[in-house]
T-cell receptor, first 114, second 109 residues
């Protein structure tokens, strides 16, 4: 059963520490999305990639956030340094892109910065 | 940015049809209407999408008006497991999938 896998599922870290979240998209999907969800802001699109190239990362705070796809099977979202306001659930999704197919979401990483 | 308008919340009795409306008056000719839902603490789940014609799958039906400025998602026989936030999006096809605030649907036993 193909699915998007995110690790870790939960992360508690201290302010100022680096946080790396990982996502394994579904094999063969060429589009990867990163979202952040909070009670106040809802689901916010942070960045998305197509064929491993970033197409739009305008939703991402550039000073501390970075997103990469080292290869087709791994997407990473890094926060350095982390701040309490970064506490949220971060979702990764993948899709086939350039068409009408659905996007598949992972279970999310719940990040708490204390 | 693509913008849709949905009622913030709705209730529906278990076993009845749930009809969730969405206005997307700014939709472009090449954009599809997508519906997703998010059950508490899970990632969003795709339900259905369409361009012009009405669509049906095992989960739901999608009715799109002729001018394409609005649509209705129909869950034909709602169950308690359908309680979720439902999002309507218009997008040219996995381009940006920008989510709004959605409709919180509560199925009443």
């Amino acid at each position: 059963d193909a699915r998007v896998t995110q690790t870790p599922r939960d992360k508690v870290t201290e302010m100022g520490q680096e946080v790396t979240m990982r996502c394994q998209p579904i094999l063969g999907h060429n589009t990867v999305f990163w979202y952040r969800q909070t009670m106040m802001q809802g689901l916010e699109l942070l960045a998305y990639f197509r064929n491993r190239a970033p197409l739009d990362d305008s939703g991402m705070p550039k000073d501390r956030f970075s997103a990469e796809m080292p290869d087709a099977t791994l997407a990473t979202l890094k926060i350095q340094p982390s701040e309490p306001r970064d506490s949220a659930v971060y979702f990764c999704a993948s899709g086939e892109g350039f068409g009408t197919t659905e996007a598949f979401f992972g279970q999310g990483t719940r990040l708490t910065v204390v | 940015d693509a913008k849709t308008t949905q009622p913030p919340s709705m209730d529906c009795a278990e076993g009845r049809a749930a009809n969730l409306p969405c206005n997307h008056s700014t939709i472009s000719g090449n954009e599809y209407v997508y519906w997703y839902r998010q059950i508490h603490s899970q990632g969003p789940q795709y339900i259905i999408h369409g361009l012009k014609n009405n669509e049906t799958n095992e989960m739901a039906s999608l009715i799109i008006t002729e001018d394409r400025k609005s649509s209705t998602l129909i869950l034909p026989h709602a169950t308690l497991r359908d309680t979720a936030v439902y999002y309507c999006i218009h997008d040219p096809g996995n381009e940006k999938l920008t989510f709004g605030t959605g409709t919180r649907l509560t199925i009443i036993p």
